[in-house]
């Protein structure tokens, strides 16, 4: 079983900086791929931005400047560092990982979710 678990979520005024962290958990032997995706009532879950474990980075265009993503490999954990936020930010934020598992005497690979975390930014 892995878990992917969020927090730092938190009401920012415009202009303002917050730091988000995601923890994996579970019999996980590797994640290729970690990354932030948000979404907001009514559309589609969105890319903000992923990190493979090589440390290849890739931005939506809307945050490219702002945002910035990091991961912790030994800890599974990845972070994302988001300055000069905007009302266009608020979202539910959720943490991504492509995972390589122990399952049984083998290994499994999957996408995983976490449970989201809500960014609110306004005055």
């Known amino acids: 079983q892995v878990q992917l678990v969020e927090s730092g979520g938190d009401l920012v005024q415009p202009g303002g900086s917050l730091r988000l962290s995601c923890a994996a958990s579970?019999?996980?032997?590797?994640?290729?791929?970690m990354g932030w995706y948000r979404q907001v009532p009514g559309k589609q879950r969105e890319l903000v931005a992923t990190?493979?474990?090589?440390?290849?980075?890739n931005y939506a265009e809307a945050v490219k400047g702002r945002f910035t993503i990091s991961r912790d490999n030994p800890k599974n954990a990845v972070y994302l560092q988001m300055n000069s936020l905007k009302s266009d930010d608020t979202a539910i934020y959720y943490c991504?990982?492509?995972?390589?598992?122990?399952?049984?005497?083998?290994?499994?690979?999957?996408?995983?979710w976490g449970q989201g975390t809500q960014v609110t930014v306004s005055s």
């Open positions: 990190a493979t474990t090589g440390g290849t980075t």
């Open positions: 579970g019999s996980i032997f590797s994640i290729y791929v």
């Open positions: 991504y990982g492509d995972v390589s598992y122990r399952e049984g005497a083998g290994r499994g690979r999957g996408d995983y």
